[in-house]
């Protein structure tokens, strides 16, 4: 990165059902970003907006109700990112990349998703969307089936993913108790993630329904600005390295288990930082369905294809282990409202490297990774972050 950028506000509404309509969640993920930032609203000089929708809501225009925030903010240029699961990451990306052309000196970015008033059919309808729809076959497969096929992949080439995968809800969902934020405030034991049963019903074979991560309203922002900028803000994140990679959509022309996609962007991104992945505090990743954290910890370094439950088994994911993974509850139990959700893991890595995440804090924490992935390993974002002294 040519100009070192930071973070140096963050906004997180509550993830879950919520009663405000998109416009709300919008404005008032907005207010706390800029409140908590101290920035005057008037020298923000451009506002990105991740927002999947993909039908969801009614709002086809959604960049300006960003606008509705402050009176001052008449006038600035706004414009909204899609990129799948990834469009929050997507909005990140273009609002660094105006600071980098010096375009912009401080930019707010929001993502924001408004799902529970739909039905579930109508909802796995929307996300199925950013699937490849040229291939008859494909084209008919929700995202839980998508995964599903990843799950069998595994058991066939390697082994049964099945007890890795209940482990990572397990521990996912307590994280995720120490998150106030979070869509679901209920621990799962291993035997109860692990078994099918009338509350953990199948739900594309293998997946179970603790595999699956949630419908979800909710949004989050960040004030973003240039490191020689950041000195007049109380704190501050910088990046150390913000890569993406996007890999072919059709599944048949790839093989999904080397998640190869996002494995490129965690090597960039460790190039870019200049680290090893041993170097890490905390890691913010992508967990969609439990099997997609899975192939991640293989991607990302943990342990070598095929034996990605080593990570876990290990301990070495785990809140007291050497690279936790998902101390905010992951998408598996923080909730997954689309377009919030690449927004929410940087909102809540620059928390943690600021010594504001309360109960989810890790101590001592100087280095944070995130990992946004939109549909089938196609559009992957990795960012590296630290603390920045301001």
């Known amino acids: 990165m040519t100009q070192a950028i930071c973070i140096v506000g963050s906004g997180h509404t509550k993830f879950g059902r919520l009663e405000g309509n998109l416009e709300q969640l919008i404005v008032n993920a907005t207010r706390e970003a800029v409140e908590e930032a101290g920035v005057n609203p008037a020298e923000i000089d451009a506002i990105f907006l991740g927002h999947f929708n993909s039908g969801m809501v009614s709002d086809g225009f959604a960049s300006s109700l960003i606008h509705q925030a402050y009176p001052e903010m008449r006038f600035t240029p706004a414009m909204r990112a899609e990129n799948a699961c990834a469009s929050g990451s997507a909005a990140l990306h273009a609002a660094m990349n105006s600071i980098q052309a010096g375009k912009s000196k401080t930019v707010l970015v929001v993502g924001a998703e408004k799902m529970t008033h739909l039905s579930t059919a109508d909802v796995t309808t929307a996300l199925a969307g950013a699937g490849y729809q040229n291939d008859p076959e494909e084209a008919k497969l929700s995202f839980p089936q998508v995964f599903a096929v990843a799950a069998r992949a595994y058991q066939d080439r390697f082994d049964d993913p099945l007890e890795a995968m209940a482990r990572i809800a397990e521990k996912n969902h307590a994280n995720a108790m120490l998150n106030p934020l979070a869509q679901m405030h209920k621990p799962f034991t291993f035997e109860q993630c ?197």
Do not use: W
């Not at 369905?289 to 290990?314: C, S």
């Not at 959700?341 to 890595?349: C, D, E, I, P, Q």
């Open 194 to 390: 692990n078994e099918v049963s009338e509350r953990n019903p199948a739900i594309a074979p293998p997946l179970r329904l603790t595999d699956c991560s949630l419908v979800t309203d909710g949004a989050a922002a960040v004030v973003l600005t240039t490191a020689e900028n950041a000195h007049d803000f109380d704190k501050a994140a910088r990046f150390r390295a913000a890569v993406q990679v996007s890999d072919l959509i059709p599944m048949s022309a790839r093989d999904f288990l080397m998640f190869e996609g996002p494995e490129k962007a965690f090597g960039m991104a460790f190039e870019e930082a200049g680290i090893a992945l041993g170097d890490i505090d905390f890691a913010e990743v992508h967990d969609c369905f439990t099997i997609a954290e899975l192939l991640t910890y293989e991607a990302m370094g943990l342990a070598k294809k095929g034996e990605g439950a080593r990570a876990i088994d290990d301990g070495l994911v785990l809140r007291d282990g050497t690279l936790p993974v998902n101390l905010s509850g992951g998408l598996k139990a923080k909730g997954h409202p689309v377009g919030a959700t690449g927004v929410s893991m940087h909102a809540l890595a620059y928390r943690q490297l600021t010594g504001q995440a309360g109960e989810m804090q890790k101590d001592g924490a100087q280095l944070g990774l995130v990992f946004n992935m939109g549909g089938s390993a196609v559009a992957n974002y990795v960012s590296i972050l630290e603390t920045h002294r301001t």
